[in-house]
């Protein structure tokens, strides 16, 4: 296993209009080896898996979040696995080689990355993302060595990891933090942390400005708050009802 090497993951449906900005940041990285795969839900109605294979990526079926993550997964062929969304993208060309090194160096098996809005709008509007996305960014740093560790797209795991893991849980809300809790709690040998030298991944506000600011923070802090008192498979299908994956 070399430590510059990489799969990337990407779960896509109907993803035209993000999947080029996510790709083209890949392509411009750094000092690794990287493929990319593009999980395309047999759902998709535009050109994301034609996007996919004119920039050279892999693309297998897929469908919702975990499924496409888990396909995704079984069709790499590196030991590091990286899963990203498609409205997610590195701005720093070193942010792979910087994640990868801070892994392999601390021995990770799962690791979580932070978060800045891609948001260019009004001060007042900007300022509220930033702020909304501190505050998470605190709780991942905060809950890094609890046993209820807290992450989401941005995904760092080594493939053994992974798979004694079976991947992630498929048709829940919150499959990325249920990975990170399902492994401390149920292999103390799994090692998981927050990278914090390689900065922030850029991360799509499309939802708040979809569904509105106020409805979407509540929904989403509802649904924690649900798993916090009653676990993760309290949110089977919640994303049958609120996130379509799009």
Excluded: W
Excluded at 30 to 57: Q, R, W, Y
Excluded at 93 to 113: C, I, P
Excluded at 162 to 185: C, N, P, T, V
């Amino acid at each position: 296993m070399k430590n510059n090497e990489v799969s990337v993951i990407i779960p896509a449906k109907n993803e035209e209009e993000y999947l080029p900005r996510i790709l083209d940041s890949l392509l411009l990285q750094n000092g690794v080896f990287m493929e990319i795969i593009v999980s395309v839900s047999p759902s998709t109605t535009d050109k994301t898996a034609l996007i996919a294979e004119k920039n050279c990526c892999k693309v297998v079926e897929g469908g919702r979040l975990a499924t496409g993550r888990n396909n995704g997964a079984k069709n790499a062929i590196f030991d590091t696995l990286f899963f990203m969304d498609a409205d997610t993208y590195p701005e720093d060309k070193y942010f792979l080689s910087n994640a990868l090194e801070e892994f392999h160096s601390r021995k990770l098996d799962v690791a979580g990355t932070l978060f800045f809005p891609d948001f260019e709008g009004n001060r007042f509007k900007k300022f509220l993302y930033k702020f909304l996305y501190d505050i998470e960014n605190y709780i991942f740093l905060k809950r890094e060595k609890s046993y209820k560790p807290k992450m989401r797209s941005g995904i760092f795991l080594n493939r053994n990891a992974f798979f004694s893991l079976d991947g992630f849980k498929e048709g829940i809300f919150g499959e990325d933090s249920e990975i990170a809790e399902r492994a401390i709690e149920h292999n103390p040998k799994l090692n998981f942390g927050i990278l914090r030298s390689c900065g922030k991944l850029k991360n799509s506000v499309r939802r708040y400005e979809r569904e509105g600011f106020v409805k979407t923070l509540l929904k989403i802090l509802y649904l924690n708050v649900k798993a916090e008192l009653f676990g993760y498979n309290s949110l089977k299908g919640v994303h049958e009802k609120f996130y379509e994956l799009k």
